[in-house]
């Protein structure tokens, strides 16, 4: 059967790779697993993440919304300011499902990339 059974990779375009990699992997502490031209493969809990130069003009946009899921969003929210993450907003209640509420901050990568933070926390 061909039916889809997880994520293998996350590619995300980028506009200076070297001060990308710095980012990903010093800042936000991501494992960098090798990296070989214009191509960094990180991985995220098992799930491959890729900065590449885009091939071509058609490709340099922003990527899609990357949610890095985190223990205690106030923490690392604190954490990442401190190494200066360019954050759009601070944690906030997204959504409160049950006994769940789901927390999330969004900021930039240093390639204007919009990602976020995000929590879930028990309550009750």
């Given at each position: 059967?061909?039916?889809?059974?997880?994520?293998?990779?996350?590619?995300?375009?980028?506009?200076?790779?070297?001060?990308?990699?710095r980012?990903?992997?010093?800042?936000?502490?991501?494992?960098?697993?090798?990296?070989?031209?214009?191509?960094?493969?990180?991985?995220?809990?098992?799930?491959?993440?890729l900065?590449?130069?885009?091939e071509?003009?058609?490709?340099?946009?922003a990527?899609?919304?990357?949610?890095?899921?985190?223990?205690?969003?106030q923490?690392a929210?604190?954490?990442?300011?401190?190494?200066?993450?360019?954050?759009?907003?601070?944690?906030?209640?997204i959504?409160?499902?049950?006994?769940?509420?789901?927390?999330?901050?969004?900021?930039k990568?240093?390639?204007?990339?919009?990602?976020?933070?995000?929590s879930?926390?028990q309550?009750?």
């Open positions: 059967m061909g039916a889809i059974q997880t994520i293998g990779q996350i590619g995300v375009p980028v506009k200076d790779f070297e001060r990308a990699i980012f990903y992997q010093g800042v936000l502490q991501l494992p960098l697993l090798f990296s070989t031209g214009t191509l960094a493969f990180f991985d995220c809990n098992g799930i491959r993440l900065l590449s130069l885009p071509k003009e058609e490709f340099a946009h990527s899609s919304i990357l949610y890095f899921q985190v223990a205690n969003i923490e929210y604190a954490e990442f300011t401190d190494k200066n993450v360019s954050f759009i907003d601070e944690p906030h209640l959504a409160k499902m049950g006994e769940t509420e789901t927390w999330m901050a969004f900021f990568d240093t390639e204007d990339n919009t990602h976020a933070l995000m879930e926390v309550i009750g």
